[in-house]
């Protein structure tokens, strides 16, 4: 029987603002989305039994229709109308639920991969239509590269590459549910138009510029909420980074890194406590 193997690579927000609350209750948003070098990896492999089989190698990650991955080949089996079962092996290696779109990655890498193993003939656009019943994110990593995502994060922008960047990713092994903190928004911090800037560093490519606009508004409330978060953030800067900032909602904490050798120092010193650290490059 086939089988494929595909790395689907975790995603950091170098820029997030939420703009307003629409009437629909989701939220008006502005986003810039850049792939990292931290995979999970997901095995693909055709079985002669008509069903989803997935398989994980962290017992967190739910095995059933919860999870992503499922959610990707039943899409496509449902659609395309595939009579072939398969089963789904995924090494997780992203940290769960830390606001590195590790659950989107893998779906859309299953997406992209399914699409290869039947010969559906699929284009990026189809996938992407498939990717957004699934989740926003999963658009994104369709896609890759350094993207500015608005409206609901769905509409997607592509920025020019941004220059090789060492990075620190930390992740302080606590649970923030987006749900929770898009429910407790800090609408007296929000709605200015916070990354302009950011956008005009990276049409420079100067590192050091990119470092010094990176911004959040989830900063503004979860990590009054999840101090572990600030922890990490200050322990970054004082060691040297050029900037540091929550990703997403959070937690995992990343930081831009005048070198390789300050960001392998950066993450020595935060691995003590925190486990979870990876020296990674922003993927181009």
Known sequence: MKKICLKAPAKINLGLSILSKLSSGYHEVKFIFQQVSLFDRIYLQEIKKNEIRVYCDNQDVPL??????YQAALLIKKTMKIKTGIAIKIEKNIPVGGGLAGGSSDAAQTLIGLNRLWN???NTKDLIKFGLKIGMDVAYQLVGGSQLATHQGEKLKTLPPLPKMNLVLSNPNVNVSTQWAYANIDYSQIGQEQLESLISAI????????AQNLHNDFEFWVPNLYPAILKIKEKMLEAGALGALMSGSGPTVFCVCENHSSAVKIAHLLKKDYPQTYVVENLV
């Not at 059933?64 to 991955?69: E, F, H, L, S």
Request: net charge positive.
């Open 203 to 210: 049409k420079t490519g100067q590192v050091e510029k990119i």
């Open 64 to 69: 059933n229709q919860v999870n992503t991955v």
């Open 120 to 122: 559906i003939g699929l």
